[in-house]
């Protein structure tokens, strides 16, 4: 490499370095409001059924974001979880919510995230299709599901079960989970799904 490609090479890195940079103080006010519930480190709050949302896919975040915003999720009549969440999307900007995805997949991810090793249970080798383990693609909108509450992976797949969280209104894209779940799944296989990806037995308590 000559000596102005090296020039270059130098100058480029110092601009995605202050791209980061920015990008952490731009975001860094508006996450203010998200660490009540959802922790300064992003991992979420078991007691108060709040998920955590660090280290998740950038695309799935925004997405979802953007589904509270417009009343997508967190709608459903008796969806009180949801219904929180969907209050704090509402003010957000397309900026806003580009700058908290991209700056909540880059911290630190929550524990037991890598997942288990447990043996899966043959109801989950249609789920491992799309959410596989390790490597998975940045630009990929399927979550990562290991290490999240069994508690908030149990109440999700029968939001999706009971057509809650999904593509049934006007104007809005159906997501891949909706012809994943169905009326065909009992709540006993639910709750082993929820077991399997929280690494964790189903909390019986919790409804
Ligand atoms: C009042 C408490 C509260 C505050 C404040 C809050 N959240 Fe949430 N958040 C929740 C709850 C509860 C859920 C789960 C909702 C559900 O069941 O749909 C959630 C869910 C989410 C999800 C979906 C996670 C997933 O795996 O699908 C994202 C993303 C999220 N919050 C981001 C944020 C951001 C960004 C902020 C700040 C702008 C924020 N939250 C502020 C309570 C809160
Ligand atoms: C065709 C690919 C595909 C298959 C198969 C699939 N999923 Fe999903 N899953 C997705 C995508 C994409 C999303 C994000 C959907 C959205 O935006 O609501 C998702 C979201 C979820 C969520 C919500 C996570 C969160 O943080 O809120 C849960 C829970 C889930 N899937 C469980 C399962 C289970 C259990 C199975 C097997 C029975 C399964 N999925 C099969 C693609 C898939």
């Known amino acids: 490499m000559g000596k102005f490609q090296r020039l270059i090479v130098f100058l480029a890195g110092l601009l995605a370095a202050s791209a980061i940079a920015h990008e952490e103080t731009a975001v860094l006010p508006v996450y203010q409001s998200c660490i009540t519930c959802h922790g300064s480190d992003g991992w979420g709050n078991d007691a108060t059924r709040v998920p955590a949302i660090a280290g998740q896919q950038a695309p799935y975040l925004a997405k979802q974001l953007q589904d509270y915003r417009s009343g997508f999720r967190g709608n459903a009549v008796g969806d009180k979880w949801g219904a929180q969440m969907s209050l704090m999307a509402k003010p957000l900007t397309d900026a806003e919510i580009t700058h908290l995805s991209r700056y909540l997949a880059a911290q630190r991810s929550w524990p037991g995230s890598a ?52 593509g049934s209104q006007p104007g809005q894209p159906q997501s891949a989970m909706a012809p994943v779940i169905d009326v065909t799944y009992s709540e006993a296989t639910l709750q082993e799904l929820a077991a399997y990806f929280s690494g964790a037995a189903f909390p019986q308590s919790r409804q």
Do not use: E, N
């Open 115 to 166: 997942g288990s090793g447990k043996q899966p249970p043959s109801s989950a080798t249609v789920c491992l299709t799309c959410h596989i383990k390790g490597d998975l693609d940045p630009s990929s909108s399927t979550p990562v599901l290991w290490g999240l509450s069994g508690d908030y992976l149990y109440r999700q797949m029968l939001a999706y079960r009971d057509g809650w969280r999904d």
